[in-house]
């Protein structure tokens, strides 16, 4: 088991910056990480993913040119700058399970581990 635990969600006004954080803990495995975030009504949606090795990353395209992913070593970071109204949603810190140090996950049924989610809203 695997325990992930976002922080960093909240309110913000469009064109605003966020930066969302995930920490995590248990068995000591390795593994590729990333966030996917779900809004009302909508399917999730794989925003951005970092190998475990953490050199390799994954970027949808609403993030390419906005969101920044990073991590060091179990701590995972994502910056988003430029927010818009289409960015409000529920984001999940994500891990899956690899003996690979370069790939990088691009769908949710790559996960196998979830933390409980944290949300962020953009709204003037």
């Known amino acids: 088991q695997v325990n992930l635990v976002e922080s960093g969600g909240g309110l913000v006004r469009p064109g605003s910056s966020l930066s969302l954080s995930c920490a995590a803990s248990g068995r000591t495995i390795t593994y590729a990480m990333g966030w996917v975030r779900q809004a009302p009504g909508k399917a999730r949606e794989v925003v951005a993913t970092?190998?475990?090795?953490?050199?390799n990353t994954y970027l949808s395209e609403s993030a390419k040119g906005r969101f920044t992913i990073s991590r060091d070593n179990a701590a995972m970071f994502l910056q988003m700058n430029d927010l818009k109204a289409e960015d409000t949603a529920i984001y999940y810190c994500?891990?899956?399970?690899?003996?690979?140090?370069?790939?990088?996950?691009?769908?949710?049924?790559?996960?196998?581990?979830w933390g409980q989610g944290t949300q962020v809203t953009v709204s003037s």
């Open positions: 970092i190998s475990w090795g953490g050199r």
């Open positions: 994500a891990a899956a399970p690899t003996s690979s140090g370069r790939w990088v996950p691009t769908i949710a049924a790559d996960f196998g581990f």
